[in-house]
């Protein structure tokens, strides 16, 4: 009960994985990291969302943007 959430997590994993092959474990790295299909859809739809097609579109410009400026 002493541990920071973070440690717990950290162990939780080690638990997980402690007996798993290498490719074992990156699939379920890929598994743990991978979004949630619907709460994506839903988070790219709304146009508030920073994952939403134009804000990733205006994101990029201001970044490639960036870069030109670097860049001269």
């Not at 920071?4 to 990156?26: H, I, P």
């Not at 146009?47 to 990029?60: F, G, I, M, Y």
């Amino acid at each position: 009960m002493r541990l920071s959430m973070n440690r717990f997590l950290n162990l939780v994993y080690f638990w997980a994985t402690e007996d798993a092959e290498e490719k074992d474990k990156v699939k379920f790295d890929v598994k743990l990291n991978m979004p949630d299909a619907k709460r994506a859809a839903r988070a790219a739809s709304n146009p508030d969302s920073p994952w939403s097609k134009r804000n990733e579109e205006n994101a990029l410009a201001a970044f490639t943007a960036q870069l030109a400026g670097a860049r001269a």
